[in-house]
């Protein structure tokens, strides 16, 4: 007899609950110190880290990047965020520095949204949802952001590592309506992860490959391709991210850049005044 259950998960987010498999929410928790990750996750982290060693700097430098962003636009009086694939909403996520922001937060992965909902539920001010940027229509009318974004005010957009998980298409569809559904003067603030063109290295075509392997295949852009994908938001100030963190230059070294001139930037873009 089928075991009887009221509430059915689907085998996708099955997959995704099971902690005897490796989950990249929790793979990037573990990278970034944080304790919700089990022995599974670890030993796929320690994998990706053998191939691209410089990953655990990257993923810490942009998480500074959030907050320190989420400061600077709070203080541009910036009082409601949307973050789209927000990842795992640990101690360094945009809360810890705009705590009485409203703050809706969203991902596709199970384990990052029940551990976001379960950590927000008595908070009024911040909600976790799933949401597939996809389907981005479904999470901009959901009852999050219905209550917690007032449309008549500007909004800031975090899309934090998200543009390298989707296709140029994918990325301007999403630009796209993101703008439509912005009030003018809302910003998109996020880190570009880039390469410089060149032929990537083994090493980097390892990276990509175990990418595709669990089911989130990675692209690399250019910073040029990366802007244009971005359009019609205006690029407002774009810099290498270490710079933007008050960090020396020598911070990242030749072998963290990868062989392939791996770079981020930090980068805010605006919907300007439609005249
Ligand atoms: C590398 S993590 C980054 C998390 C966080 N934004 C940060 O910068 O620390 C990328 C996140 O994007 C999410 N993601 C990828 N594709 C997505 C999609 N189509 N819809 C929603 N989330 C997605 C993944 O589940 C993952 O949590």
Request: proline letters at 6%; zero cysteines; charged letters at 15%.
């Amino acid at each position: 007899m089928p075991p009887t259950n009221d509430f059915i998960i689907s085998p996708e987010a099955e997959m995704f609950l099971d902690t005897a498999v490796p989950n990249t929410a929790r793979i990037f928790d573990y990278l970034l110190g944080g304790t919700i990750n089990f022995e599974a996750d670890r030993e796929a982290a320690e994998k990706l880290l053998q191939i691209a060693p410089s990953l655990r700097k990257w993923v810490r430098l942009r998480r500074a990047f959030i907050q320190e962003a989420a400061y600077t636009l709070h203080n541009q009086s910036f009082t409601q965020f949307l973050d789209l694939g927000s990842g795992m909403p640990t101690e360094n996520h945009l809360h810890a520095s705009v705590p009485t922001a409203n703050i809706v937060y969203s991902d596709f992965n199970p384990v990052a949204v029940s551990y976001g909902q379960s950590l927000f539920a008595e908070f009024v001010n911040i909600d976790y949802i799933f949401g597939d940027v996809h389907h981005i229509n479904q999470i901009l009318a959901s009852p999050s952001v219905r209550r917690l974004i007032d449309l008549r005010e500007k909004v800031a957009i975090g899309l934090n590592a998200l543009p390298i998980f989707q296709t140029e298409e994918q990325n301007s569809d999403l630009a796209q309506a993101l703008h439509t559904w912005a009030h003018p003067q809302s910003q998109i603030f996020v880190v570009f992860q880039t390469y410089a063109g060149q032929t990537k290295s083994d090493r980097y075509e390892k990276a990509l490959a175990l990418s595709q392997m669990a089911g989130l295949p990675m692209r690399l852009y250019t910073l040029d391709q990366t802007i244009a994908m971005m359009q019609p938001w205006q690029p407002s100030r774009v810099q290498p991210l270490t710079q933007f963190l008050g960090l020396p230059d020598d911070f990242i070294t030749p072998a963290d850049q990868e062989g392939i001139g791996l770079s981020f930037y930090a980068a805010f873009l605006t919907k300007k005044n439609t005249t």
